[in-house]
């Protein structure tokens, strides 16, 4: 395994890690979240959009190069109906499970095996996407 193989490893067991701790792994902690009857998780996803927007901002100005590699290029996503499109239907999605991708496949981690439809229900609606696109 090459050390960007290995970073990226640890990086994804830390993320696992802290959505198990959260709560973001739970169902009903997220749904209570959307409901806005339990804001807890407003500090969670706080804390991920200030570390993203650090790690997207900020750091490249004291860095020439990321450290494993290849070098740091604006992103630019624009703003279009296939954007608005897409995330009215993970909104939808996720308010209808509880789970987005990222908390789904942790939740699998943490024993959580009926989410195992939520998640290939992505992966069905990935796939139906890229037909759509080709």
Request: one cysteine or more; proline letters at 4%.
């Amino acid at each position: 395994m090459n050390a960007q193989n290995a970073i990226v490893l640890i990086g994804g067991i830390f993320f696992g890690f802290g959505l198990a701790y959260s709560g973001m792994t739970r169902q009903e902690i997220v749904l209570s979240f959307l409901q806005l009857k339990d804001l807890g998780l407003i500090f969670v996803m706080g804390g991920a959009a200030a570390l993203t927007f650090i790690a997207v901002n900020v750091v490249p100005r004291y860095l020439k190069a990321p450290l494993l590699g290849g070098k740091f290029k604006p992103r630019r996503a624009p703003m279009s109906k296939n954007v608005v499109i897409g995330a009215i239907i993970f909104g939808l999605g996720w308010g209808i499970s509880g789970q987005c991708p990222g908390s789904a496949i942790a939740s699998f981690g943490t024993g959580n095996l009926p989410v195992l439809v939520g998640i290939a229900a992505m992966f069905i609606g990935a796939y139906v996407r890229g037909l759509l696109d080709s």
